[in-house]
């Protein structure tokens, strides 16, 4: 027995003079919390992947429990893009008269993000990993691409040439880009290992070239001494020689069409009225998180072995949907003075897509939302040493060191008025203006691998978490008033990437698919995206003389100026064509 619980009708006394019930006995809450996260990680939810048909089914789960609460719940639904198929496909290598066919699968395929085509005889041009450094290497000096092939290598070798690149750089769809903007017919990325099927890839949802992947052993009929080529490109990383990179001898010809099939993806809402008539307007927001990475096509960290296995995601996050389940039980019994917004969002982990949507679209008026509390990946406590993360993006740090006030003495908690702990849903109540907390117990060797199972759970850290929890979502839904957004906290860390890119411009991305441009959900105060009048909700459209249809084009644009440049910026406000002239400003 341990020693408090003897003490146990001091604090429950005082919960009923206050017009609540105390907490459920702890043993009770670690028996639910660990029938929620044993149905939600569980092989038969086959990591509830976004777009597929188990993230609907622990929709639905969590809809039922909240709904046999006597809560008013629904289901909100956003679009997204689940997979792509081929569902025309044909190409042709030729070198002079001899003419080779691939198999799809095996030699050749598509990326999720290709466009279609068709054409003829292309020729092939070998540049390199398609990099440019400014100052420096450059994979396209003099290099004329259009109505060529490009070629390039997947991945960039860890070379002195190379060690300032920044990831961006690095990234594949940066470099694909910079190809698209040399006017290339398409890309031909040579794979180090096999090919995948056709997919939603990392970034955006299409490009508007074809964009195949090939192994070097397709690919070395039609290009003589292509395997030691390769070697030595990864060995020193210096630029092709001439006579390689035009080989007009060398053509590949394609027909391919794809089928690209949307889902409709579950956020998962419920209202818990308050109990106080002139408060129950008001809302304290408490979500987290349903999906994970489901058979880890994309963002796994297994490796190529961990493709196609089950990644059961109990850490992250059905610990944080079974943490707002069981505080769902709790407030209801204590009866809080404000309103309860319970949430579970899909599309997080393909970059916070749920809780963006519902801000965008919000089920309630979004003013009346006063506070978010987030809960992603807190199923990790050390009973030894138990260690608590909390994020306070946007919240004064007055709430923080209150809230830091009612943990249990045992708790260690760092604290964090700001960003820097954690990326998750949170940001997007706060890019809106709304203060947060976030509550977070580390990363593990088991993040996003089939490795993070129910078994790994500290069920009794997370009972012990839930009764902080419960504390700190009653002090926000019971006090007078609730703490204020304060934008200093809000700011986001500036990150360069240690490349070309020298601009900060202030725009707070949205990372959501677009048709019509580049979203953004906010601008940084004293920014240049403040100053020329851009606002959340606008998209932008032309950035100097580069159409911008992505963050991918955005960033590239961002890329190509110095501190000092002017250039005209253009976007949308609803439907209304917007510019302004901006003098770019240098990154700190």
């Known amino acids: 027995m341990r020693p408090w619980k003897s003490l146990v009708f001091i604090p429950a006394l005082a919960a009923l003079l206050a017009g609540q019930t105390p907490a459920d006995a702890p043993a009770r809450v670690e028996a639910r919390l660990r029938r929620d996260v044993t149905f939600l990680a569980s092989p038969e939810l086959k990591g509830r992947g976004n777009g597929y048909p188990e993230l609907e089914q622990a929709a639905a789960r969590v809809a039922g429990e909240l709904r046999a609460l006597g809560l008013r719940t629904t289901l909100q639904r956003f679009p997204f893009l689940a997979r792509v198929t081929r569902r025309q496909a044909s190409a042709q290598l030729a070198r002079g008269e001899d003419v080779f066919s691939l198999a799809w699968g095996k030699d050749i395929e598509a990326y999720g993000f290709s466009a279609d085509g068709a054409f003829r005889n292309k020729p092939l041009a070998f540049v390199g990993f398609g990099l440019q450094v400014p100052g420096g290497y450059d994979d396209l000096a003099g290099i004329d691409l259009k109505d060529h092939v490009a070629v390039i290598a997947r991945t960039v070798p860890d070379l002195p040439a190379f060690a300032h690149l920044g990831r961006g750089d690095r990234s594949l769809v940066t470099r694909i880009k910079r190809l698209e903007a040399a006017h290339a017919e398409a890309v031909v990325v040579l794979e180090d290992g096999p090919l995948h099927p056709p997919q939603r890839e990392e970034g955006p949802a299409r490009l508007d070239l074809p964009v195949l992947a090939m192994t070097p052993a397709a690919l070395a009929p039609a290009c003589e001494d292509l395997a030691a080529r390769l070697q030595k490109l990864r060995e020193t990383g210096q630029p092709q020689s001439r006579d390689y990179i035009y080989a007009p001898w060398s053509t590949l010809s394609l027909d391919l069409k794809l089928r690209r099939i949307e889902a409709k993806v579950p956020n998962v809402v419920a209202v818990l009225p308050g109990r106080d008539p002139k408060l129950r307007g008001e809302y304290i927001a408490v979500g987290a998180h349903l999906d994970h990475l489901g058979l880890g096509e994309r963002h796994s960290l297994g490796g190529a072995a961990a493709r196609g296995e089950v990644h059961p ?248 100026y110095k501190p000092g440049d002017k250039a005209v910026i253009q976007w949308l406000r609803g439907d209304r064509p917007m510019q302004a002239e901006a003098t770019l400003r240098g990154r700190d």
């Open 313 to 560: 995601g109990a850490d992250d996050n059905a610990s944080g949907t079974a943490m707002v389940l069981e505080l769902a039980r709790e407030l209801k019994r204590a009866r809080p003075r404000r309103s309860i917004l319970l949430m579970a969002y899909g599309g997080e982990e393909e970059g916070l897509l749920g809780s963006q949507y519902w801000v965008q679209h919000p089920t309630q008026p979004l003013a009346s939302v006063k506070f978010m509390v987030n809960f992603d990946m807190v199923g990790r406590l050390d009973p030894k040493a138990p260690r608590l993360m909390m994020g306070g993006l946007g919240a004064p740090k007055a709430a923080v060191e209150a809230a830091e006030k009612l943990a249990p003495k045992a708790f260690a908690i760092t604290a964090d008025i700001g960003a820097a702990v954690g990326g998750s849903d949170h940001m997007s109540f706060a890019q809106a203006k709304i203060p947060t907390f976030f509550f977070f117990t580390g990363l593990h060797g088991d993040y996003h691998r089939p490795s993070d199972t129910a078994d790994r759970i500290d069920f009794a850290g997370m009972a012990e978490l839930a009764a902080y929890g419960r504390a700190v979502v009653l002090q926000l839904a019971d006090g007078t008033t609730v703490p204020a957004f304060d934008p200093e906290t809000a700011k986001l860390p500036s990150k360069g990437n240690g490349g070309p890119m020298r601009i900060a411009f202030g725009s707070i991305p949205d990372y959501a698919d677009n048709a019509k441009g580049f979203r953004i959900n906010g601008v940084s105060k004293g920014s240049t995206a403040e100053a020329i009048g851009l606002q959340a909700g606008d998209v932008l459209t032309r950035f100097g003389d580069r159409p911008i249809k992505d963050i991918y084009d955005f960033m590239g644009a961002l890329g190509a």
